[in-house]
């Protein structure tokens, strides 16, 4: 009896914390001091200490928090839903993984919220709210397990616990700028945890710290702290940061100057993930959308991200259907609409699939590999941006994610600064068992990763003119490459652009000038190779260029004067030699 009335009132204390969340949102002031992150506050304490000699428990002095999906003995889990609380009584266990933790020295404060029945990875929950991100108020944290992100971000716990199918630790480990470990599938008992995809889902942790991540990672795989195996292959995924709205060269930066400085030049190579893939998972060949077609264009990440949607469709409805339609008036309207009949379609490519994308990685990363995706498409949406609800968007999100889920390989989340005033992350994947050797990695290397985020803002006056000088070189390029195509206009248009972006630059200036050039427009050529000069007086195509230029316009003298310039800069140069003998010939 006693149980069931302290389960009855933190119910009701749950109800009357998403009242207060509700109330003040429509008053738009700060929600709570926890960031909207806690449902519910608990204190489970740690056995004692045994006595000396032995060891102290390894996860002494830490507290943590846990999403709200799993069970706490006498508690009412409500799965992110109102409504779901209302029909499930309280736990009479509480989960082994939870129990663990506490057994192992931790003190365990509350639960947290979770995206409704932990479907969504975007952080957002109407029954209790979204929780507040800590890094960037205006974002959403990420999902599913937003308040364990948020709880760690904020500083509140040292560490908190959340569910993993789709995202669910990683996207909101991004999101919040904190550190998030999705273990290998199903090295860690889920028993006490409410299922959303069997097949996809892992517990996971959020840490602020590296050592904390690793002392959590420890505890509950089970593992033996002996020599650390150091990595000999960093494989950066080109085609994953193609995907990214950030530059690429902004994200990948700061782990090859990490990697070189710890590892050296040698360990870093690049790979196109989606090809690779490609010719080694036969059974998504035709797979497109979730349905099997012809269409051979289409990449073989888009159809694990399909294949992944499809497992995570037809499992969580296999497992919560039953309830859904009992109460699908309290559920939100896109799970309802996402679990609709798919006619014919099974999970048994997507089950094949899984071994395929296991088998691949594995090969590619063996013991000591380690491969570098972006963990988002960019910086957390805003609140009720349209993005959340655009398919495309959350279709490339997935395909991010859908690496490690379907292969069930070890990923960690690994913040790398700010870009536009958010948190951006890259992410490190190891084989599938790979965990320890994952760990040890992310806690080498963590620092160096901070260093080099800080020396990278540091040398940028800003991110804009950063993010500038990137798009300038990119359209100089591309004016290059319009130029070895004879396309003039196009080139100096291009270079154009680039100047406009970055005008610091000579060789932008004195590209444009050859364009010019070639379209008889010799009085811009001239005023470009100028400025060019001004800029690097060392520049000697532009003494050239200036020089040609001059000598159409008929200015005979100043065009000897650049030649002869260009001679001093470098005296072997034969096209300034001509020049000069051909003038001094026509005007002696």
């Known amino acids: 009896m006693a149980s069931s009335t302290a389960a009855n009132l933190w119910v009701l204390l749950g109800l009357g914390i998403a009242g207060v969340l509700l109330a003040a949102k429509r008053l738009k002031r700060p929600a709570r001091p926890d960031n909207g992150a806690f449902i519910s506050r608990l204190e489970l304490l740690p056995p004692p200490q045994p006595p000396p000699p032995q060891a102290r428990h390894p996860l002494t002095d830490l507290c943590f928090a846990i999403a709200d999906a799993f069970h706490v003995s006498s508690y009412i889990t409500s799965f992110g839903s109102l409504e779901w609380a209302k029909t499930h009584d309280a736990a009479t266990q509480t989960s082994l993984v939870v129990s663990t933790l506490v ?311 690994v913040p790398a600064g700010e870009h536009d005033k958010c948190p951006i992350s890259v992410s490190l994947i190891a084989r599938h068992g790979g965990d320890r050797f994952l760990l040890d990695t992310t806690q080498a290397i963590y620092a160096t990763i901070q260093e080099q985020v800080e020396m990278l803002a540091k040398s940028n006056a800003s991110s804009k003119e950063a993010m500038n000088e990137e798009a300038a070189e990119a359209a100089k390029e591309r004016g290059n490459g319009a130029f070895k195509e004879k396309q003039w206009q196009k080139a100096i248009n291009l270079y154009t652009e680039a100047i406009k972006l970055n005008g610091k630059v000579a060789t932008y200036y004195n590209n444009r000038a050859a364009a010019f050039l070639e379209l008889a427009s010799y009085r811009q050529a001239e005023t470009d190779c100028t400025t060019a000069i001004d800029i690097d007086p060392k520049i000697v195509k532009a003494y050239l260029r200036r020089g040609t230029a001059r000598e159409m316009l008929g200015y005979y003298k100043e065009a000897v004067d650049d030649f002869s310039h260009a001679l001093v800069l470098e005296p072997m140069n034969k096209t300034a030699g001509v020049a000069i003998n051909r003038l001094k010939k026509l005007f002696p």
């Not at 040292?158 to 480990?173: Q, T």
């Not at 037809?314 to 309830?323: L, V, Y």
Request: aromatic fraction near 6%.
């Open 103 to 413: 057994d192992g020295g931790a003190i365990c404060v509350g639960k947290t919220v979770i995206d409704e029945m932990a479907y969504s990875i975007h952080g957002e929950n109407k029954h209790f709210g979204t929780p507040t991100n800590p890094a960037a108020s205006d974002r959403v944290p990420g999902g599913c397990s937003s308040g364990s992100a948020v709880a760690v971000a904020g500083g509140m716990v040292d560490f908190a616990l959340g569910i993993d199918s789709i995202g669910g630790v990683r996207v909101p480990g991004g999101y919040c700028g904190v550190l998030a470990f999705r273990p290998s599938h199903a090295v860690i008992p889920s028993s006490g945890v409410i299922p959303v995809a069997p097949s996809l889902d892992t517990i996971g942790w959020f840490a602020r710290d590296p050592i904390v991540l690793r002392r959590v990672g420890h505890l509950l795989l089970k593992l033996s702290y002996t020599d650390i195996h150091l990595p000999r292959h960093f494989y950066i995924a080109d085609d994953c940061f193609e995907l990214s709205k950030i530059p690429a060269r902004r994200l990948t930066q700061v782990v090859t100057k990490s990697v070189e400085k710890l590892y050296g030049r040698q360990v870093l190579s690049h790979v196109n993930i989606g090809n690779y893939l490609a010719s080694r998972i036969p059974s998504l060949r035709n797979y497109s959308n979730g349905h099997k077609n012809g269409d051979s264009k289409f990449s073989s990440l888009r159809a694990l991200s399909s294949a992944m949607q499809l497992l995570h469709k037809h499992e969580f409805r296999d497992q919560h259907n039953e309830w859904i339609s009992s109460a699908k008036s309290s559920v939100d309207a896109s799970i309802v609409g996402n679990l609709s009949d798919d006619g014919d379609l099974t999970t048994d490519i997507a089950q094949e699939a899984r071994k395929e994308v296991r088998l691949a990685l594995n090969t590619l990363l063996k013991d000591d590999g380690i491969l570098v995706i972006p963990t988002a498409l960019g910086c957390p949406p805003k609140i009720n941006a349209k993005e959340l609800s655009s398919t495309s968007y959350n279709t490339e999100t997935l395909c991010l994610q859908s690496l490690s889920s379907m292969s069930g390989c070890c990923q960690v989340t």
